[in-house]
């Protein structure tokens, strides 16, 4: 009895992570450029992907809320956009915090 609950346990726990996406990719790799209206990252699957930026993106640097301006030409981020587009939501870069 006690597997059956473990197991619906990690189950719950997994289904409820896939759905937190909500639709949503990652891009991984380095910024190659970056204006007031985009991030160009060079991903190391895919090559260079141009990302827009707007009012709605917001930045995160080492987990902490950062201004557009905080992000330079060779940070590593991690950027979500919505699944198959180029509208950046949040990037986030930086080393993490040591705990």
């Not at 937190?20 to 990652?26: I, K, M, S």
């Not at 985009?38 to 080492?62: C, M, Y």
């Amino acid at each position: 009895m006690k597997r059956i609950a473990g197991v619906l346990a990690c189950v719950v726990a997994l289904g409820a992570t896939m759905f937190a996406h909500e639709g949503n990719d990652h891009v991984r790799g380095v910024v190659t450029a970056v204006s007031a209206t985009s991030i160009v990252v060079q991903t190391a699957a895919n090559g260079p992907r141009t990302l827009t930026v707007s009012a709605k993106t917001k930045f995160e640097k080492s987990g902490e809320p950062a201004a557009p301006g905080d992000l330079k030409t060779g940070d590593r981020v991690v950027v979500d956009v919505p699944e198959h587009g180029a509208d950046a939501l949040l990037v986030r870069f930086g080393a993490p915090k040591k705990k």
